[in-house]
């Protein structure tokens, strides 16, 4: 059974036109991360909640933000697309912080394409 | 500021044949992990390292971990096409930066016949 769900898999959407992908999790886990990935690139990390702290990354442009409204549900808001953000976006969670070195599971992503 | 530098980035090996993928990481951690990425699809967690001196092995391939020179391999033993996909070495932050999981660029590992 999948732990760690993201909806939609694929995503189109209009240049500009705000878009919100979602993930939800059964783990219980209390960090969850937002990465961007794009064609043969690492993943990229956007920011992560740990329990309700939100950390952004220095480089995440503002045009990206993120909800977690509770353990279960994270949301990643995209204001303004532009064609530059055109990637999958990979939601992971993880026990890190209560469960020394653990893991990060991942969903199976959200392929935007900006039109 | 966690960096994590993979090399090499691409490798194109023969079936049967051994080799090693190296993961080198800035700043002080004792937590790190490796992944497989297919394309098009999401990663798939293989390792996990939590100790300095840590090995695991899962059939041809087998991870360790240098915590003090801020190092882990990835080695693969008489290669097959089935193990062709990207890897990622991924580090967690020490302290202050914990939960904050950077990856390395990936290595694309094709195994020809």
């Known amino acids: 059974d999948a732990m760690v769900i993201q909806n939609p898999r694929y995503q189109v959407t209009q240049f500009g036109k705000p878009v919100t992908l979602s993930c939800s999790q059964t783990?219980?886990?209390?960090?969850m991360y937002w990465y961007q990935q794009k064609s043969s690139q690492a993943p990229k990390l956007l920011f992560h909640y740990y329990d309700k702290d939100f950390n952004n990354e220095a480089d995440t442009p503002d045009n990206f933000q993120s909800r977690r409204p509770n353990t279960s549900f994270c949301f990643l808001d995209i204001r303004s697309p532009g064609l530059g953000d055109a990637a999958m976006y990979l939601c992971?969670?993880?026990?890190?912080?209560?469960?020394?070195?653990?893991?990060?599971?991942f969903g199976q992503g959200t392929r935007l394409t900006v039109v | 500021e966690l960096k994590v530098e993979q090399n090499p980035l691409f490798l194109s090996m023969q079936e049967g044949k051994n080799y090693t993928i190296y993961c080198n990481y800035s700043?002080?951690?004792?937590?790190l992990y490796w992944y497989r990425q297919d394309p098009g699809k999401s990663l798939e967690s293989l390792f996990v390292l939590l100790s300095n001196g840590a090995v695991k092995q899962e059939g041809r391939l087998m991870a360790s971990l240098d915590t003090k020179a801020r190092l882990s391999t990835l080695h693969i033993t008489a290669a097959v096409h089935d193990l062709s996909a990207t890897y990622f070495c991924a580090v967690e932050g020490y302290g202050g930066s914990q939960g904050n999981l950077i990856f390395g660029k990936g290595t694309k590992l094709s195994v020809k016949p």
């Open positions: 992971a969670t993880s026990g890190a912080g209560v469960i020394r070195g653990a893991e990060a599971f």
């Open positions: 783990l219980n886990h209390n960090v």
């Open positions: 700043t002080t951690s004792d937590r």
